[in-house]
């Protein structure tokens, strides 16, 4: 089954403790982004990766870091993670950039919280 | 600025009946427009995708509609379901620099 795949699901975690999100695509796809969702807002890019050892800023890249050494993993790192990181995070992955209309794939989420 | 914007915020409906969900976008140079439907806890999953030249898609009781010239695009849900019930989301990508800009959703409650 095609599927992307993120853990934990639920974390709580304390100011300033390194902390790592895992995301695993299963569809060969050469694009993968993470994404953040707050109440009120939709969801905003924080980095994204066209290829293996390439990846990118988004829209709200401050306070995260990522890396893509394979093609099927793409983790989420918060080396000091601060209550304003307290989200719901998507991984996504796609076969091309979505802005070429091809179909998105969502992990099922990470419900973070900082404290 | 790019921006996408949705209404209503929020919607509840009794099962059976229709309903129309609209978003107007800013998004420019215009590439596609996707809807999304997200389930509580879960992650999005394309409902519809459409381009410049196409004005409706469908996808089972799910028909959306696009209008590049006003920039509004409308998702019209028939019969409606207790599992209807969700987030609906409108995605808009532009060509130029590879934007893609989510609307913050419309809250969509269905009732028995």
């Known amino acids: 089954e095609a599927q992307v795949t993120q853990n934990p699901r639920y974390l709580i975690t304390v100011t300033g403790k390194k902390l790592t999100v895992t995301c695993s695509q299963n569809m060969n796809h050469e694009y993968m982004s993470w994404y953040r969702q707050d109440p009120g807002l939709g969801l905003r890019q924080i980095y994204y990766?066209?290829?293996?050892?390439?990846?990118d800023k988004g829209d709200v890249p401050e306070g995260y870091k990522v890396s893509r050494k394979e093609k099927r993993n793409f983790p989420l790192i918060l080396e000091s993670p601060s209550p304003n990181q307290t989200s719901l995070y998507f991984c996504?992955?796609?076969?091309?950039?979505?802005?070429?209309?091809?179909?998105?794939?969502f992990g099922q989420g990470t419900r973070l919280t900082v404290v | 600025k790019n921006q996408v914007e949705q209404s209503p915020q929020s919607l509840i409906i009794l099962e059976g009946k229709n309903c129309t969900l609209q978003c107007n976008y800013t998004v420019s140079p215009f590439s596609n427009l996707r809807w999304y439907k997200q389930d509580t806890g879960r992650g999005p999953v394309s409902l519809t995708i459409?381009?410049?030249?196409?004005n409706t898609k469908s996808n089972g009781r799910y028909t959306a509609t696009l209008d590049a010239d006003t920039k509004q695009s409308s998702l019209h849900i028939t019969a409606s379901q207790l599992s209807d019930s969700a987030s609906y989301i409108c995605?808009?990508?532009?060509?130029?620099?590879?934007?893609?800009?989510f609307g913050a959703g419309t809250r969509l409650f269905v009732k028995a």
């Open positions: 990766s066209m290829n293996v050892e390439v990846t």
């Open positions: 996504a992955s796609s076969l091309t950039p979505v802005v070429t209309g091809t179909e998105a794939f």
């Open positions: 459409m381009t410049f030249s196409e």
């Open positions: 995605v808009v990508s532009a060509t130029g620099g590879f934007k893609t800009i």
